[in-house]
């Protein structure tokens, strides 16, 4: 899973932010010693005899650099030289692989152990095939007077030239964007929080409109309650001397019964 503030970055800005990179060509492949993760999801069970590791899934390689290290590289070795480079294989999230004959160029990193491993910047791809279009990338990286000379077709015209002496670091560029892109993003948090108060708002006044809405429904039950009532006290009262007279007249009689 990637950072949350994960971008996309080009290769030519990983390029200033890889450690080490160099063109070379591979000359043998050395398959790691099995282990408990370095097997083949088909495998059962490690590999018998003496090929045993040799469907691993991780391997180093033996490379030949065709040209100096690119500019701005941590290794000091010059053109011709023979170096063994680890991590390669196939992992959970990616894959660094390579194969024997082939040239490549290699983003390239050295551990703890002074041992050169792939050096995935931004967690994006670190070795790309021997092709005119990644040559024409990483031309300018490169001082081709100290290749080899099979390699002089590696070169690159002026207008490639011009467009490399006047493009931006992309290092700033990605910090800028960093930047807008943390600006827009608390905009937006902004903007939610905004929403989210108007939205209780308006739910407050739709709940004392509808409060509103049943007083004025009670006041007008009061009221007609009030008017029937009002209504039956005056048919009522017209009854009262009638009811009066038929109480003296009881009350008499019972008197005289006595």
């Not at 993760?37 to 030949?64: C, H, K, T, V």
């Not at 701005?72 to 390669?88: F, Y």
């Not at 009030?226 to 209504?231: D, G, M, T, Y």
């Amino acid at each position: 899973q990637l950072p949350a503030e994960w971008r996309p970055l080009s290769e030519g800005c990983r390029a200033e932010l890889a450690a080490i990179i160099v063109y070379a060509r591979v000359l043998a492949l050395h398959p790691d010693p099995y282990g408990a993760y370095n097997y083949l999801p088909w495998q059962r069970g490690p590999p018998a005899g003496p090929q045993q590791g040799a469907g691993g899934l991780f391997y180093s390689a033996e490379i030949e650099l065709l040209c100096d290290q690119a500019w701005g590289s941590m290794l000091e070795v010059p053109a011709g030289s023979r170096l063994n480079l680890t991590g390669l294989g196939y992992f959970s999230c990616h894959s660094h692989t390579v194969m024997q004959g082939y040239a490549y160029f290699f983003f390239l990193r050295m551990d703890e152990n002074y041992i050169l491993l792939p050096h995935g910047v931004n967690f994006q791809e670190a070795i790309f095939p021997d092709t005119q279009e990644n040559r024409r990338m990483f031309a300018s990286l490169f001082q081709f007077s100290n290749c080899s000379q099979a390699q002089h077709v590696l070169s690159f015209s002026t207008d490639w030239e011009i467009q490399e002496d006047n493009r931006l670091m992309c290092s700033s560029v990605q910090k800028a964007l960093f930047e807008e892109e943390d600006r827009v993003k608390k905009l937006q948090q902004k903007v939610a929080t905004l929403e989210k108060r108007n939205k209780q708002l308006r739910d407050r006044v739709k709940k004392v409109k509808r409060s509103l809405r049943q007083a004025r429904k009670n006041t007008r039950h009061m009221e007609q309650m009030n008017r029937k009532l009002s209504e039956k006290l005056s048919s009522a009262g017209g009854q009262i001397p009638y009811i009066n007279s038929l109480k003296q007249e009881n009350s008499h009689a019972t008197y005289l019964k006595v």
